[in-house]
């Protein structure tokens, strides 16, 4: 009974225990609630967000994307001030579609140009007036944009085009930045001590010390010329744009089915159209062989008489072959029946002794 006493109010220890504990841990989590960053004073609440209305970000949203795992903006871009020191190189492809496709071009020339970027490669493809096509011109464009212009670029092409498909790639530079950084510094340091050994160097050893400066004097260059293009590279990120001309669906009017006499007279025109374009072709061949007829005629004359004696010739062949058989058979029955009498008086000879002999017997 006492043990049962004992563990009832252990029980009841613990429990008071953890309800006292609870308003404490309450009040742990308060203040890391309280370092949560708190979301911008001119952010909408959730409930009044207006998903029906299209929202149009400005430049200045966009330069302030968050870049951490709970951003759900769909192209986050870290300009060359942002806090991390990282060298970020983007590289943006983009395939845009506009009805007024000259004036598009030119819109993008100009806020490049305003922007602070250049033009690298432009390639337009224009149509064939002679020809009636749909619209299929297109321009094929390369920019170098202010990386810090970037999204502010991005936002002003959602505003102005339709964004066919938009793809971003983005290479992180800082390892091979800092790499290159501490090379040159090495090999400064290596061509300070150089210039201070050739102060002190004899004649004999001057000219290995003197190819060992400039040697190491190239290496610092190379890598100079290594961090200004990873800098180009991150100050100026790359956009390729293809931007082609469309039309909008409701411009074309819609076309109703043919019915079928109209599919059979459709039919007919155009049997009797490939009949008279036959007819048409076959008289244009006449024409153009009508200088070459006769002597095609010769040619042939010459080929039907060539036939025709080499048929009278195979014919005069074998009635020859045919008579000198027929020669040889004559002779060879003749040369027959005189053997055959012979023979004949011969056999009736010896039929005649021979019974006069067995009389003599």
């Given at each position: 009974m006492r043990k049962f006493v004992l563990l009832v109010l252990a029980?009841?220890?613990?429990?008071?225990?953890?309800c006292s504990a609870t308003p404490e841990m309450e009040a742990d989590r308060a203040p890391a609630a309280a370092q949560a960053p708190?979301?911008?004073?001119?952010?909408a609440p959730a409930e009044d967000w207006d998903f029906a209305e299209e929202a149009i970000l400005s430049a200045a949203d966009v330069a302030h994307w968050p870049t951490d795992d709970e951003s759900f903006l769909p192209l986050p871009i870290l300009t060359p001030s942002d806090d991390r020191g990282r060298r970020m190189v983007y590289t943006v492809t983009m395939r845009l579609q506009t009805p007024e496709f000259?004036?598009?071009v030119r819109t993008l020339l100009d806020e490049v140009g305003t922007m602070g970027g250049y033009l690298t490669s432009l390639d337009v493809y224009g149509r064939d007036m002679r020809v009636a096509v749909p619209p299929d011109r297109h321009a094929h464009m390369i920019f170098r944009l202010p990386t810090e212009t970037l999204?502010?670029?991005i936002v002003m092409v959602e505003n102005t085009y339709n964004i066919w498909s938009l793809r971003q790639r983005t290479e992180d530079e800082t390892v091979r930045?800092?790499?290159a950084t501490d090379a040159q510094d090495d090999l400064q340091a290596e061509e300070a001590w150089l210039i201070e050994q050739l102060e002190e160097a004899d004649e004999d050893e001057r000219p290995a010390l003197q190819s060992r400066l400039a040697d190491v004097r190239r290496l610092i260059r190379e890598q100079e010329r290594t961090q200004e293009t990873i800098t180009d590279r991150v100050i100026y990120s790359t956009v390729e744009i293809t931007l082609y001309e469309a039309f909008s669906p409701q411009d074309v009017p819609p076309v109703d089915p043919p019915t079928f006499f109209e599919r059979v007279r459709e039919v007919a025109s155009d049997s009797l159209g490939a009949f008279v374009a036959f007819l048409q072709g076959f008289a244009i061949v006449l024409i153009a062989l009508l200088p070459w007829i006769p002597v095609i005629g010769i040619i042939l004359l010459l080929i039907w008489l060539f036939i025709r004696w080499y048929k009278r010739d195979k014919q005069r062949q074998a009635e020859f072959l045919a008579k000198a058989r027929q020669e040889r058979e004559e002779k060879a029955a003749a040369k027959l029946k005189e053997t055959q009498p012979e023979s004949k008086k011969a056999s009736e000879k010896e039929a005649g002794?021979?019974?006069v002999d067995d009389l003599d017997l």
């Amino acid at each position: 009974m006492r043990k049962f006493v004992l563990l009832v109010l252990a029980i009841l220890l613990l429990a008071m225990t953890a309800c006292s504990a609870t308003p404490e841990m309450e009040a742990d989590r308060a203040p890391a609630a309280a370092q949560a960053p708190a979301p911008a004073a001119d952010a909408a609440p959730a409930e009044d967000w207006d998903f029906a209305e299209e929202a149009i970000l400005s430049a200045a949203d966009v330069a302030h994307w968050p870049t951490d795992d709970e951003s759900f903006l769909p192209l986050p871009i870290l300009t060359p001030s942002d806090d991390r020191g990282r060298r970020m190189v983007y590289t943006v492809t983009m395939r845009l579609q506009t009805p007024e496709f000259m004036p598009g071009v030119r819109t993008l020339l100009d806020e490049v140009g305003t922007m602070g970027g250049y033009l690298t490669s432009l390639d337009v493809y224009g149509r064939d007036m002679r020809v009636a096509v749909p619209p299929d011109r297109h321009a094929h464009m390369i920019f170098r944009l202010p990386t810090e212009t970037l999204g502010e670029f991005i936002v002003m092409v959602e505003n102005t085009y339709n964004i066919w498909s938009l793809r971003q790639r983005t290479e992180d530079e800082t390892v091979r930045y800092q790499q290159a950084t501490d090379a040159q510094d090495d090999l400064q340091a290596e061509e300070a001590w150089l210039i201070e050994q050739l102060e002190e160097a004899d004649e004999d050893e001057r000219p290995a010390l003197q190819s060992r400066l400039a040697d190491v004097r190239r290496l610092i260059r190379e890598q100079e010329r290594t961090q200004e293009t990873i800098t180009d590279r991150v100050i100026y990120s790359t956009v390729e744009i293809t931007l082609y001309e469309a039309f909008s669906p409701q411009d074309v009017p819609p076309v109703d089915p043919p019915t079928f006499f109209e599919r059979v007279r459709e039919v007919a025109s155009d049997s009797l159209g490939a009949f008279v374009a036959f007819l048409q072709g076959f008289a244009i061949v006449l024409i153009a062989l009508l200088p070459w007829i006769p002597v095609i005629g010769i040619i042939l004359l010459l080929i039907w008489l060539f036939i025709r004696w080499y048929k009278r010739d195979k014919q005069r062949q074998a009635e020859f072959l045919a008579k000198a058989r027929q020669e040889r058979e004559e002779k060879a029955a003749a040369k027959l029946k005189e053997t055959q009498p012979e023979s004949k008086k011969a056999s009736e000879k010896e039929a005649g002794e021979k019974p006069v002999d067995d009389l003599d017997l």
